[in-house]
């Protein structure tokens, strides 16, 4: 089995896969819809392996942002494929069709992901904490919330990145269900996901900021929410764990490459570790 798995060809994805590819990071129990799928399968490069009946059983995807900077997500083997090198040789594909366009690639890894991409040559960055809360303990008083500005969202979202996802933040923020909201201080962008509600990327000029905009987002939906904390910012993670927020996971950043610009801040979470 371990010798024919290693022989299956790697294929390149489209959007007709959407439904194969979400039962996958559904079996792994990731936040993923078919709209975040169909996003990959139509802006992005994903490769694949299917069995010999045909049945999706991995995938990777490589999303470019700019001329120079992807993103590396979606890294997924089914359970009962996995050690026999699947994702090293997806990550791989990943990797050659970077390489080829010029591209650094950036990825957040799971810590089972830390083990593969480490050897191939990927190095830490930041780290990061998701965070899930069911709901909102006990309405707290919270600022009021005002429709965000994306031109300021994009604005600030280069200066934490070091390059321009204005390709990728407004469509994100067009879909059904999602709300760029903001207070005085902290801006968030919040979306549907396929178990709960995902805030991030969250700008703020000081961590009570963060808190308290993500407090009121919270209590303004009463749903379950996940959150992926830049841990750099201890108090703001503190702060989300004593208003009920649990740790689910760590996530490590890391880049293959140089990075073309510096950044100018953290922000308070990220946009996803799907998406960065
Ligand atoms: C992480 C994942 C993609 C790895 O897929 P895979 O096909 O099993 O990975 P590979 O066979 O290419 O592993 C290459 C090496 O990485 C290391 N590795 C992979 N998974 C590991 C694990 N769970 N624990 C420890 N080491 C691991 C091993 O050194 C392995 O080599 P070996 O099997 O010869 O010892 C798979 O476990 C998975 O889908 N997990 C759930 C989703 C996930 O976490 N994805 C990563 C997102 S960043």
Redesign the pocket.
Known sequence: MGATDAQLPIIRLDGRDALGAFALSTE?R?NQNEADWQFFLTRGVVFGVRDHDGRLI?TAALLPYTESEAWI?M???TEN?????????LVDACLEAARRRGLTTW????P??????G?LGFAPTIELRRLRLERAASPAPCPALVEGNLGELITRDISAMGFDRRDFLPEVAGRPGSRLLSTRDAMALVRDGRTARHIGPVFADNPDSALALVTAIVASEGEAHLIDAVAIHAGFLDGLMRAGWTIERPFQRMRFGNASQATLEHPFAVAG?EFG
């Open positions: 792994a990731w991995a997500s890294v997924l083997v494929r996995r050690r026999r090198g699947v994702a090293t040789r990825l957040d890894a799971t089972a992901g830390a083990m593969v991409y050897p570790p």
